[in-house]
């Protein structure tokens, strides 16, 4: 294990971020989808594409994803043995004939770098895509740009594009990203992708009949801090320490009460 999670941490410092990682068995997959599916179904599709927002605080299966231990490997692989959960939220991009587009424009997620739009100094983030759904270049796969978490924070403005999910609506100009540089991470359903705050990417449109949905999900360092930014405004009302221990408590811990680290 010890080598494995060594080899994680070269690519992922190499690259800027891993793909194709087992998480969920059969089962776990099965029973993870029973449970969105009654979210799907309290909420309404419109809602559950982009609005269960820190979920993990209120479903005990959610945090169950969050802290589960094949996850929890591969960041602790790439952020070290003490971690807090930062935020977490369901992304689904449904087939047009499920979710009818605004102006029949379909939803896509402009090139961007996820640090961005969060508040804090003092670490790194990373970011998790854990697959509810096969993902694939007709329903939208994830895209990055390998390396690019080395160019640093770029320029980003805002999206002329119209059905941007971003909730800022930015964008990294176009002429600033290496395109041809670009990978795609296709998942099968109970795999994951991880990725670098800084990490270029996108994902296009679902133009297939098949929903794309997944469990986003955002960790830092306990040496991460919250900084008041007018530029990248940011509350942290859902962290949760769930690995190791925190000598800094820059982030109040948040855990349910049902919550107990499992190492």
Known sequence: MQKETSDMKILYEKNGYLTGINILDKNELMLTIQNFSTLEDKFGKVYTQYSLHNAHLEYKWVMDLATHPQVLKAITAVLGPDVILLDSRFICKYPASDVPHESNVAPYVAWHQDIRYWGFEGGP??????????????????????????????????????????????????HLVETEK????????????????????????????????????????????????????RSFPATVLVVGEDKFNHFQNKAPDTFTKTF
């Open 182 to 233: 670009a990978i795609q991470c296709p998942l099968k359903a109970g795999q994951m992708s991880v990725h670098d705050g800084l990490t270029v990417h996108f994902s296009e449109p679902n133009l297939s009949n098949r929903r794309r949905c997944g469990f986003v999900i955002r960790y830092v360092p306990t040496t991460a801090y919250p900084v008041d930014d007018p530029d990248r405004p």
């Open 125 to 174: 983030v990373t970011s998790v895509w854990l697959a509810l759904d096969d993902v694939d270049k007709e329903n939208g796969v994830l895209q990055v740009i390998p390396g690019s978490h080395k160019l640093g924070l770029l320029e980003h403005g805002t999206s002329t594009i119209p059905g941007n999910m971003l909730t800022s609506n930015q964008e990294i100009p176009i």
